[in-house]
């Protein structure tokens, strides 16, 4: 017996991660935090059914993201951070259940994406 659907696990997660974004992760996103997340969107990767081609261009995210925390350029660590990242699963966990936002094309995945993640980015600023 289960509490929570999988459709209704994966939102409550997503939404777990924006509000630890919110509340507790700095302007720039630890090194740790980076990696937790681009390890949990593999999980997430391979739970949701997605076209190929999104699939890849998502891939290829994680493996930028990973290339970017063994160079440390740290400037670019928010696009991995906790906002970015829950916003992105939230998107994705929706558009894979027919929501408002859909998932079958890599450019309706990243407008998507950037709408969700520019207004958790603004609540961010504004709680703080």
């Known amino acids: 017996m289960y509490f929570l659907d999988p459709f209704?696990?994966?939102?409550?997660?997503?939404?777990?991660?924006?509000?630890?974004?919110?509340?507790?992760?700095r302007r720039i996103p630890s090194s740790t935090s980076?990696?937790?997340n681009l390890m949990s969107f593999l999980v997430l990767l391979a739970s949701i059914d997605l076209v190929p081609l999104v699939f890849l261009f998502l891939l290829l995210y994680v493996i930028l993201g990973y290339v970017i925390i063994k160079a440390k350029i740290k400037s670019l660590y928010f696009i991995f951070g906790s906002k970015s990242f829950g916003s992105l699963m939230f998107v994705l966990i929706l558009g894979s259940n027919n929501y408002f936002f859909g998932i079958y094309m890599p450019f309706s995945v990243t407008v998507s994406?950037?709408?969700?993640?520019?207004?958790v980015h603004l609540i961010s600023y504004l709680v703080k």
């Open 34 to 36: 980076v990696l937790f």
């Open 113 to 119: 994406w950037i709408i969700v993640a520019a207004v």
């Open 8 to 25: 209704q696990a994966g939102v409550a997660s997503s939404l777990v991660v924006i509000l630890y974004g919110i509340f507790y992760e």
